[in-house]
C-alpha cells in the first residue's frame, strides 16, 4: 500500500511540472512572435509596466494628432491659451533666459502660469490651487496652454521669488516686442484720422498689509487714500483707436517703484517707455536753451557771490585772529605785573574781559560766515551741476533731432495727459522740451489761490465762466507764466461746488489747469473734458490694473517678482482686446455682437465645452451660463463638426463649410 500510493503522489508532481513547463514555452513562443503580445518592460524605480510610467517631466505635452472634445471651468482661457501661442507669447516667456530647473514644469511654464492667473481675474497668487475654480483642476485649460497640467501655487511663487531685475527687464521687452502690432493698430488708426498720439501717465499704489522686513523694496509714501507702505506702479497708456473706430486704451508698459516715489524720478523713464513704442516727439532744443542760459546765469551769480562771501569770511578770520593777538599780550602783561599793582591789575581785567566779549562775538560770526560759506558752495555746486545737466541734455536733443533728419522722419506727434503729481514746473518744462504737448493739473493749490487773490484785489484775470459740469465751471485765465515754468502756457481756472456732507461744510474747490494746446485747436470745455477722459473710457484701463494689482494677502514679497506680475497685467489689458477683435473678425456673424472688456472678463471664469484639433478650437458656453449656446472659435477646424455631433448643448457650426482645400486630407478626415 505504501509504495502503490508513493507512486501516485510521484505521477501527480509529474503531470503537474510537465503542465506548467508546457504553459511557459507556449508564452515564450507568442511573446516572440507576435509584438502585440509582448510583455511590457517594467520601470526600475516603481515596478510599473512602461505603459504605465506616466512621462518624464521634461517631456512636452503631446501635439493634438486629432480632434478633442472637453469641458474647462474658464471658457474664454481657453482661447486665450490657443491665441497666446499664435501670437508667439509663449516662445517669447520661454525665449528669456530664467533661473531654476525642470522637474515637472519648466521656469517658463511658471510664468506663463502666473500669466493665466492674471488673465482668469484672480486676485490672488493662491486661487492657482485653491478656491472654487483653481486653474490646476482644469487640464483641458492647461492642454490648450501648452502644458499637461499647471504647476502648484507654491512652485510659482519660488520661480518668481527667484529672479531679479534682469529678468524683470528681459521679460518686458519680451511682452514689448509681442505686442507691438497691437499698440501699432491702435496707434496707426489714431494717426488715420490726422490725431495727435495722447498717451496717460500715472501712479498706481499696491499696498501691503504687513510691517515684514521681507519686503525691502516696499516704502511708506501716499497709498490710496492715506499714508501706507506699499509700492507704486508707474504706467503709460495710449489713447487709441480700435478696428471699429471707436477708442480703444492700449497699455504701453509699467515698472514698479517703492512706496514713496515722486513723479520726478518716474518720468525719464516714463518716456523712455512711451518713445520706444510710439516713437519719440521732435524735440525743442530751442526751449531748452533758455533754461540752460537761466542755470548758467544762476551759476555765475552764485560763484560771484561766493566769491565776495570768501573775502567776507577771510577778512572775519583776521579780525579774530588781531582780537585773539590782543586777548593773548593782555595775559601776557598781566602775568608781568607785580600783586601791589591793583590799579594796573584791574583795568587789565577790564580789558581782558572787553576783549573776550569782543572775541566770543567775532567767532559767533565767523562760525555764522562758514556756515553761509558752506551752504554758498553747495548751492554753486548745484547750480554748475544743473548747467551741465542742461547742457548734456540739450547735445542730446539735438543730436536725436540730427538722427531724425538724417533718417527723412517727422517726429511723433504726442500729448501727454498727467494728473497733478506731475504738474510740476521743472517736469512741465521739462517735457515741452522733449517735444511732448502737455495737458495736467497744477501740483499746488497755492498757485491758484494766488490768481483768485489778484482777481478779488480788482485785476482782470479770469474770462467768462462757462459751465462744464452741473457744478463745475471754467475760465481762461490771461495769465501764461506758470510758476519758475519759462515757457508760456495755456491757465485754466476751474472751480467746483461741492454739497454739504455729515464730515464737512459745503464748500468750493479751486484748481488750475495747465495745457500746451491752443484755444483755437481746444475750448476751455473740451480741455476740461479731455483731461477728466481719465475717469472714462481711458481710465477703465487703470482701474483694471489697480483691481489686480492692488491684492492683498499674496504669497510675493520680491519686487522683481511683483514686478513682472504687474507687467503680465498691462499686457493682459493689451491681450483681451486684440483676442476679441481676432476671434469677432473670424467668427463673422456667428460670434454675434462683441461684448465689452467687462464681460470678456466674466468669460474667463465660465464653464464651456471645448473643441480643438489642429486648425483650430471652438468653444461653446454651457447652458446655465450668461451666454447659453454661444459659440466662438479662433483659426479654423480641420474638421468641423459633422451633422449630428451634439455637444452637452447644441450643435455648433455644423452648417460650416471645411476651410480646408487638401482634399486627400479632407478624405483621411472624414473617413
Known amino acids: 500500500m505504501f509504495s502503490i500510493a508513493l507512486r501516485l503522489a510521484f505521477g501527480i508532481a509529474a503531470v503537474a511540472a510537465i503542465s506548467g513547463l508546457a504553459a511557459l514555452a507556449t508564452r515564450i513562443h507568442s511573446r516572440g512572435s507576435s509584438p502585440e503580445g509582448q510583455e511590457a518592460p517594467s520601470d526600475y524605480r516603481s515596478g510599473l509596466p512602461a505603459e504605465s510610467v ?9 501635439p ?16 486665450d491659451g490657443h491665441f497666446a501661442q499664435r501670437i508667439g507669447l509663449l516662445a517669447a516667456l520661454k525665449g528669456v533666459d530664467l533661473p531654476g530647473k525642470t522637474i515637472r514644469h519648466s521656469p517658463d511654464e511658471h510664468l506663463s502660469t502666473a500669466l493665466v492667473n492674471v488673465l482668469a481675474g484672480h486676485t490672488q497668487l493662491q486661487e492657482i490651487s485653491r ?10 485649460l492647461a492642454h490648450a496652454w501648452g502644458q499637461r497640467q499647471f ?8 520661480q518668481l521669488h527667484s529672479l531679479d531685475w534682469s529678468h524683470a527687464e528681459a521679460v518686458r521687452e519680451q511682452l514689448r516686442l509681442v505686442f507691438a502690432p497691437y499698440v501699432a493698430l491702435c496707434q496707426g488708426a489714431a494717426q488715420a484720422q490726422g490725431q495727435r498720439l495722447v498717451v496717460d501717465w500715472d501712479l498706481t499704489p499696491k499696498a501691503i498689509t ?12 501716499h497709498i490710496e487714500e492715506g499714508l501706507g507702505k506699499g509700492y507704486q506702479w508707474a504706467e503709460a497708456v495710449l489713447r487709441g483707436t480700435g478696428p471699429d473706430g471707436e477708442p480703444r486704451a492700449a497699455a504701453l508698459g509699467g515698472f514698479l517703484r517703492p512706496g514713496n516715489a515722486h513723479p520726478p524720478e518716474c518720468v525719464e523713464r516714463l518716456r523712455l517707455v512711451t518713445e520706444a513704442t510710439l516713437g519719440q516727439p521732435r524735440r525743442r532744443p530751442e526751449l531748452l536753451e533758455v533754461r540752460l542760459a537761466a542755470a548758467q546765469a544762476q551759476a555765475q551769480q552764485r560763484q560771484e557771490r561766493l566769491t565776495t562771501l570768501e573775502g567776507i569770511v577771510t577778512a572775519q578770520r583776521a579780525r579774530v585772529g588781531t582780537v585773539s593777538e590782543r586777548l593773548r599780550a593782555i595775559e601776557q602783561r598781566r602775568a608781568a605785573r607785580e600783586p601791589q599793582q591793583k590799579a594796573l591789575l584791574g583795568r587789565d581785567e577790564r580789558a581782558r574781559a572787553a576783549l573776550e566779549e569782543r572775541l566770543a562775538r567775532a567767532q559767533r560770526r565767523l562760525s555764522s560766515l562758514e556756515r553761509r560759506l558752506v551752504s554758498a558752495k553747495m548751492a554753486l555746486a548745484e547750480a554748475a551741476q544743473l548747467a551741465q545737466e542742461r547742457e ?7 543730436a536725436e533731432n540730427l538722427a531724425l533728419d538724417e533718417q527723412n522722419r517727422v517726429g511723433a506727434a504726442i500729448e501727454l495727459v498727467v494728473d497733478s503729481q506731475f504738474g510740476s514746473s521743472e517736469i512741465v518744462a521739462s517735457l515741452l522740451e522733449e517735444g511732448y504737448d502737455v495737458t495736467t493739473k497744477a501740483t499746488s493749490p497755492a498757485t491758484i489761490r494766488k490768481l483768485l487773490r489778484r482777481a478779488q484785489s480788482g485785476e482782470v484775470l479770469f474770462g467768462p465762466w462757462q459751465e462744464v459740469s452741473a457744478n463745475a465751471q471754467v475760465a481762461e485765465c490771461s495769465e501764461s507764466a506758470y510758476c519758475h515754468c519759462p515757457h508760456p502756457l495755456r491757465l485754466l481756472g476751474y472751480r467746483k461746488e461741492l454739497a454739504a456732507s455729515a464730515s464737512r461744510p459745503a464748500e468750493t474747490r479751486y484748481a488750475l489747469f495747465l495745457t500746451s494746446v491752443s484755444a483755437q485747436e481746444r475750448t476751455v470745455q473740451q480741455t476740461v473734458a479731455h483731461y477728466h477722459t481719465r475717469g472714462g473710457t481711458v481710465e477703465l484701463i487703470n482701474r483694471q490694473a489697480k483691481s489686480y494689482l492692488g491684492w492683498r494677502g499674496h504669497r510675493l514679497r520680491h519686487a522683481p517678482g511683483l514686478d513682472v506680475l504687474g507687467q503680465f497685467v498691462f499686457a493682459g489689458l493689451n491681450f483681451v482686446p486684440w483676442l476679441a477683435d481676432t476671434v469677432w473678425q473670424e467668427g463673422g456673424v456667428e460670434a454675434g455682437a462683441k461684448p465689452g472688456f467687462a464681460v470678456l472678463a466674466q468669460m474667463a471664469r465660465t464653464a464651456a465645452d471645448v473643441l480643438a484639433d489642429e486648425g483650430g478650437v471652438a468653444v461653446q458656453f454651457r447652458a446655465d451660463s450668461g451666454w447659453p449656446q454661444r459659440s466662438l472659435c479662433l483659426g479654423t477646424l480641420w474638421q468641423p463638426p459633422l451633422p449630428g455631433f451634439v455637444w452637452p448643448g447644441v450643435p455648433i457650426n455644423a452648417h460650416k463649410p471645411l476651410q480646408n482645400s487638401f482634399p486627400d486630407l479632407v478624405a483621411r478626415k472624414l473617413g
Open 64 to 79: 493634438f494628432t486629432g480632434q478633442t472634445s472637453g469641458s474647462s471651468a474658464h471658457g474664454r482661457l481657453i482661447l
Open 151 to 158: 504647476p502648484e501655487v507654491s512652485g510659482v511663487c519660488r
Open 210 to 221: 504687513t510691517d515684514a522686513r521681507s519686503e525691502p523694496f516696499a516704502a511708506y509714501g
Open 131 to 140: 478656491g472654487d475654480k483653481p486653474l490646476r483642476a482644469d487640464l483641458a
Open 392 to 398: 548734456a541734455r540739450l547735445e542730446r536733443l539735438r
Open 54 to 62: 506616466p512621462p518624464r517631466p521634461t517631456e512636452s505635452p503631446p
